[in-house]
């Protein structure tokens, strides 16, 4: 586990350099990274969802390409158009930016329903169709998309299949004042996006993501994953639970949490770590329990302190 816990801190704090006071978010989006899922950045304009992306593409010296997603996009400028070429008398495939390495989709929630749809294929099978044929998308492909909450003007909600997705959900909020000050002091002469450099090739972090896949989950883990997530299902309060992909991103996200930190085995500290994170998403609040302002995050948390923990009594915190 050397390997994955190496790449983990260089590129955390690498990323750390440019997104000041928030090393817990850049240790979310790299472990989304190291299992190969998708990350969603969820906040208000301004706090630096978008230099966070540009700083991990940056890290890992990975091809980028950034989508600003805007109402009158169409889902060919996402995936690439056949444009006939009149001198050899052939249809030729123009690809889009979605055919690279990091993908920053920015603002996702600006772009129609059928726009944001275009990512789907891609996201789930790492390939694109256009026209009857297929293209494979290359390794490592991750999408990193923004978006501003849904009570700001101009957004469309995420359909629920969109949002199942992305393995993670991050939250940046606001820096402290002090750490608003040394974001002021950093950026006074240059942004330090411009001097960061790569300091993980592609090919170890393909390897670390291989490795992860090798940390041991027991299975009381494995039972306690899925317990958590069949009571998302039965929750008064919930319309739709989480689906059994969120299981998935929930395990594979234990498995690089604990890889990142050195070990070759999940405990449930792993698990609660990142529950809110993988799960709250993918859950739909009901419509009496919207009208009494419970969100999913404080579902999953309840959820928590009810479903007993492997080796531990109901009701004892792990």
Known sequence: MNIVQSVAERIIDNVARVIIGKRNEVRLTVLGLLCQGHILIEDVPGVGKTMLARALARSIGASFSRIQFTPDMLPSDVTGVSVFNQRTREFEFRPGPIMSQIVLTDEINRATPKTQAALLEAMEEKQLTVDGITYPLGDPFLVIATQNPIEYEGTFPLPEAQLDRFIARIRLGYPTPQEEIAMLDSQQYQHPLTTLQQVVSV????????????????????????????????????????????????????????????????????????????????II??????????????????????????????????
């Open 203 to 282: 090919e170890e972090l393909l390897t670390a993501q291989r490795s992860v896949r090798e940390v041991y989950v027991n299975p009381d883990i494995k039972n306690y994953i899925v317990n958590l997530v069949t009571t998302s299902r039965q929750h008064p309060d919930v319309y739709l639970g989480a689906s059994p992909r969120g299981a998935l991103a929930l395990f594979r996200t234990a498995q690089a949490r604990a890889a990142a930190v050195g070990r070759d085995y999940v405990i449930p500290d792993d698990v609660k770590a990142l529950a809110e994170t993988t799960l709250s998403h993918r």
């Open 285 to 318: 609040v009901g419509p009496n329990a919207r009208i009494k302002d419970i969100s999913s995050n404080s579902i999953v948390r309840s959820i928590l302190n009810t479903v007993p923990v492997p080796g531990a009594t109901v009701g004892t915190r792990y």
